[in-house]
């Protein structure tokens, strides 16, 4: 039986059994409106569509990837000379640089920022390091009010539910159930669902609260090393919205966002928004390199796990990523189990690569939340090995000891099989004789398998026994 836990303060996700949230228990929950799974997943299928027409009318495209995954190499084997590189020059730009190891730090840092000017109010634009390190309810937990400035994020936030997707925050929401929150939250009419006039509504909200907030908090997308600025996509222009009006802009990043020279961004700003939503580019591309007159400016770079990502070799790449939400959008478990389902805040197949790196035990399910059909792979812009990482971790897993008790008991018992020729007759035959005469002791709702498929026809012999039948004397 299904139960609560809160993973954030605020936030709650259903929890399966005693030892942890599981992906397919998580996934069943969603599954139970088929209707909006369908929605979910044709939506998401148009979005991939969309992202290979506008792919397809770059030639170079490929060479875009190359290029890229190439620069994050080179940062990945550079990293600390380039974030030193950034960070003197930032300050010589004016920037108060901070350094965090994990989200306790950070979140600290935000905090005391925010007390010593004296305010309670934050304005955040979207930042999935900050989903991260949970910083909203760290926030709540001291008394400061933070209001997310992007549409989806403050949808969710309304919601009170964590992000399914990291580009499309309330992806997984009918337009009807965010005419609902807006009616309780923001007083427009009962079953008014017309998104323009949602969007006006939003749009008059969040104005009035960047006009009203002293502090404001964006994410990072690039952090260029050799000028030491930074730059913040988005497609609503909020983030410029709240940092231009604001007195303290705090900028959030992860380690992993340096790129090396202002020349290559373009690269990356070619494949960010093309493998996110199709777009040609992001809307808004704001450079920050220096506060205004009269302004604060503070970057946060924080680790929390990153380092310790880097020494593994073989789930290094995965700093690679940017954060498009390609993969998500092509993988078929994703589509059809919901971003909610990953119980992490990078959700779909990038996700289930780096949160067993943050906590092996808790997120050992999710390594195996994919049919590994490599379509992650494909689409990912800056080339990450996605579908063998995930292979390879679901082995780092097993070999940790952190395998459900049934799949290590059913795997031995394979194991003992498949090495005795003897017990592999007897067992094949012993199949075949269960499925053609007590049928129902496998074709019952306690297997699994079974649920979704019908047992195959058990054939009259096994191969063995036709082939020494048919075997033509030498
Ligand atoms: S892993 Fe690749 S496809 Fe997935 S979000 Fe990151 S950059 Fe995009």
Same mark, same amino acid.
């Given at each position: ?12 996700? @259903? ?8 992906? #397919? ?33 770059? @030639?170079?495209?490929?060479?875009? *990837? ?15 000379? +380039? ?9 010589? %730009?004016?920037?108060? =640089? ?15 920022? =925010? ?15 900050? $989903? ?9 937990? %001291? ?47 009962? &079953? ?43 497609? $609503? ?28 961004? &373009? ?8 493998? #996110? ?34 020494? *593994? ?24 189990? !919901? ?5 992490? #805040? ?16 808790? +997120?050992?399910?999710?390594?195996? /939340? ?20 995930? +292979? ?30 003897? /017990?592999?007759?007897?067992? !094949? ?9 007590? @049928?129902? /002791? ?15 026809? @058990? ?5 063995? $026994? ?9």
């Amino acid at each position: 039986m299904s139960q609560n836990i809160t993973t954030h303060t605020d936030k709650k996700l @259903p929890l399966q059994g005693a030892g942890g949230a599981d992906h #397919a228990a998580l996934a069943d929950i969603f599954n139970k409106d088929e209707d909006r799974v369908n929605w979910h997943d044709e939506t998401l299928w148009w979005i991939r569509a969309k992202r290979d027409l506008s792919v397809h009318k770059i @030639p170079e495209w490929e060479a875009l *990837r190359d290029t890229a995954s190439a620069i994050k190499n080179n940062v990945l084997s550079n990293l600390n000379s +380039y974030l030193q590189q950034f960070e003197a020059n930032a300050q010589a %730009n004016g920037i108060v =640089i901070h350094w965090a190891a994990d989200g306790a730090e950070h979140n600290a840092i935000v905090h005391s920022l =925010i007390k010593k000017h004296n305010v309670t109010r934050m304005v955040k634009s979207k930042s999935m390091l900050t $989903e991260e390190l949970h910083l909203n309810e760290y926030l709540a937990e %001291n008394g400061i009010d933070v209001i997310d400035s992007d549409l989806g994020e403050r949808i969710v936030q309304l919601a009170k539910e964590p992000p399914s997707h990291i580009v499309l925050p309330c992806i997984h929401k009918k337009k009807e159930e965010i005419g609902e929150l807006f009616h309780q939250f923001l007083g427009t009419p009962a &079953g008014n669902a017309d998104p323009q006039f949602l969007t006006e509504t939003a749009r008059h909200h969040l104005r009035e609260t960047f006009l009203s907030r002293k502090v404001a908090l964006t994410g990072v997308n690039f952090a260029i090393a050799e000028t030491g600025e930074f730059v913040v996509c988005t497609n $609503e222009g909020n983030a410029d919205m709240g940092a231009h009006l604001s007195d303290i802009h705090i900028a959030s990043m992860g380690i992993e966002k340096i790129i090396p020279e202002r020349k290559h961004l &373009g690269v990356f700003l070619r494949l960010l928004t093309r493998s #996110a939503t199709g777009q040609p580019i992001t809307t808004y591309s704001s450079h920050f390199s220096k506060p205004r007159d009269g302004q604060e400016m503070h970057i946060i770079i924080v680790d929390n796990g990153r380092t310790v990502q880097l020494g *593994r070799e073989d789930f290094r790449n995965s700093l690679k990523c940017i954060r498009c939400g390609a993969c998500m959008n092509t993988c078929p478990v994703y589509r059809r189990s !919901g971003g909610h389902s990953y119980h992490n #805040a990078i959700s779909g197949p990038i996700g289930a690569i780096l949160a067993p790196n943050l906590d092996m035990e808790k +997120y050992a399910d999710l390594p195996f /939340a994919s049919t590994l059909c490599g379509s992650c792979s494909n689409v990912c812009p800056v080339k990450i090995d996605i579908h063998d990482q995930l +292979y390879k971790w679901r082995q780092v897993i097993v070999q940790n000891g952190y395998a459900p008790t049934a799949k290590k008991l059913s795997m031995q018992a394979m194991a003992t099989t498949l090495a005795s020729p003897f /017990a592999y007759h007897m067992a !094949g035959k012993a199949g075949r004789l269960v499925m053609k005469y007590a @049928p129902f /002791a496998l074709n019952n709702k306690l297997n699994p398998w079974y649920k979704q498929r019908d047992m195959p026809k @058990p054939p009259d012999e096994s191969f063995g $026994e036709w082939y020494k039948k048919n075997r033509k004397a030498p």
